[in-house]
């Protein structure tokens, strides 16, 4: 490869990170956040795996809390004590690595390519730091085609990880003001606020809005069998399905809280035919979940009302009356028996 075309290479990776940067600016997702961060890191170093670990700093213990690659799923419960391993060592001292051969490393940890029976040839591990604060780290493994990591590789690694630092520490910071504690759903205020930005978009752009407005079924049993902390629990388990079908969709949905039991979506961008998609996705996936209260076994089905823009356009003012119409939606599944998904119908 001549110089110019190394250079050249070397311009356009510069402008992928830049692309990625543009990104971790425009959203407080996160989940989204650091998987697209791991997307392009792996793409842009051109590494066969990446991952990133958050710090407990209760327990001062690093964990995965992204990873791509093969077999990642094995490396979810595994937790490094700071200072072990060598992401333990880059977070304990705060330095970033670059090591060709893990093999002859004493701080390698092999017992994760023993758990996901993936080979670590090589990797770069960088620390994740917010004003002198370290949260974590980002890790890329085995550069493609035999290759090994060079100095470029982790300067150009470096930059990607000192913009994710700050994108982590914003969608914290966010998240404290704006998640409700029970649930881990948007609060209400949130959400009704970011209703409020997409419908006023939908008069400029005509861009479609769908809401979904959920409502558990006989919830009133619930709390009567296993009483107000069984009632808690179920809430707090249907709240992590619904975000986990959310997170498979990778889209831009987001689900709040908006009463007691009500749970609520805003799909930007989704006609009412993704809306009835995604809402018996997360009807089934509701309905097929045990769920255990107090060491017994609970069935617990939802119904999902559905209101759209631009199909309810004749019906709504304001932006509030997407939820009531999608609110509205919930008695056509009543009176279809329960445990059903309807769209909005003018009786």
Same mark, same amino acid.
């Given at each position: 490869?001549?110089?110019?075309?190394?250079?050249?290479?070397?311009?356009?990776?510069?402008?992928?990170?830049?692309?990625?940067?543009?990104?971790?600016?425009?959203?407080?997702?996160?989940?989204?956040?650091?998987?697209?961060?791991?997307?392009?890191?792996?793409?842009?170093?051109?590494?066969?795996?990446?991952?990133?670990?958050?710090?407990?700093?209760?327990?001062?213990?690093?964990?995965?809390?992204?990873?791509?690659?093969?077999?990642?799923?094995?490396?979810?419960?595994?937790?490094?004590?700071?200072?072990?391993?060598?992401?333990?060592?880059?977070?304990?001292?705060?330095?970033?690595?670059?090591?060709?051969?893990?093999?002859?490393?004493?701080?390698?940890?092999?017992?994760?390519?023993?758990?996901?029976?993936?080979?670590?040839?090589?990797?770069?591990?960088?620390?994740?730091?917010?004003?002198?604060?370290?949260?974590?780290?980002?890790?890329?493994?085995?550069?493609?085609?035999?290759?090994?990591?060079?100095?470029?590789?982790?300067?150009?690694?470096?930059?990607?990880?000192?913009?994710?630092? #700050?994108? +982590?520490?914003? $969608?914290? =910071?966010?998240?404290?003001? %704006?998640?409700? !504690?029970?649930?881990?759903?948007?609060? &209400?205020?949130?959400?009704?606020?970011?209703?409020?930005?997409?419908?006023?978009?939908?008069?400029?752009?005509?861009?479609?809005?769908?809401?979904?407005?959920?409502?558990?079924?006989?919830?009133?049993?619930?709390?009567?069998?296993?009483?107000?902390?069984?009632?808690?629990?179920?809430?707090?388990?249907?709240?992590?399905?619904?975000?986990?079908?959310?997170?498979?969709?990778?889209?831009?949905?987001?689900?709040?809280?908006?009463?007691?039991?009500?749970?609520?979506?805003?799909?930007?961008?989704?006609?009412?035919?993704?809306?009835?998609?995604?809402?018996?996705?997360?009807?089934?996936?509701?309905?097929?979940?045990?769920?255990?209260?107090?060491?017994?076994?609970?069935?617990?089905? #939802?119904? +999902?009302?559905? $209101?759209? =823009?631009?199909?309810?356009? %004749?019906?709504? !003012?304001?932006?509030?009356?997407?939820? &009531?119409?999608?609110?509205?939606?919930?008695?056509?599944?009543?009176?279809?028996?329960?445990?059903?998904?309807?769209?909005?119908?003018?009786?």
């Amino acid at each position: 490869m001549t110089e110019i075309e190394k250079l050249k290479k070397q311009i356009d990776k510069l402008y992928e990170v830049l692309e990625a940067n543009r990104y971790l600016s425009s959203t407080l997702n996160l989940t989204l956040v650091l998987e697209r961060l791991l997307e392009k890191a792996k793409e842009v170093i051109e590494a066969e795996a990446s991952s990133l670990m958050l710090l407990d700093e209760e327990k001062q213990e690093l964990y995965f809390h992204t990873v791509l690659g093969e077999k990642s799923e094995k490396l979810k419960n595994i937790r490094l004590k700071l200072g072990e391993g060598i992401s333990g060592w880059v977070a304990k001292n705060a330095e970033p690595v670059l090591v060709e051969d893990c093999s002859k490393d004493p701080r390698f940890y092999r017992k994760a390519d023993e758990e996901s029976g993936f080979h670590t040839r090589s990797m770069m591990c960088v620390p994740l730091i917010y004003r002198k604060r370290v949260l974590g780290t980002i890790q890329v493994l085995n550069k493609t085609q035999g290759r090994n990591f060079n100095e470029e590789d982790l300067k150009i690694f470096q930059i990607m990880a000192d913009q994710a630092a #700050i994108a +982590i520490e914003n $969608a914290r =910071l966010h998240n404290l003001a %704006t998640i409700d !504690n029970a649930t881990g759903l948007y609060r &209400k205020e949130y959400f009704l606020m970011r209703l409020k930005d997409e419908y006023l978009r939908f008069l400029y752009t005509g861009n479609p809005i769908t809401v979904l407005m959920s409502d558990i079924d006989h919830f009133k049993k619930v709390n009567t069998e296993y009483g107000h902390i069984g009632g808690d629990i179920a809430l707090k388990e249907l709240a992590k399905i619904i975000l986990s079908v959310i997170h498979e969709s990778k889209e831009e949905d987001i689900a709040g809280r908006y009463g007691g039991e009500e749970f609520c979506i805003l799909m930007p961008n989704a006609d009412e035919n993704r809306g009835l998609e995604l809402a018996e996705q997360i009807r089934k996936r509701i309905e097929n979940h045990r769920f255990y209260i107090d060491g017994k076994e609970a069935r617990i089905t #939802i119904s +999902i009302g559905i $209101a759209n =823009l631009p199909l309810h356009k %004749t019906l709504i !003012n304001d932006y509030e009356d997407l939820i &009531k119409l999608a609110d509205e939606a919930l008695y056509i599944c009543k009176d279809k028996g329960r445990n059903c998904c309807a769209i909005y119908e003018k009786k």
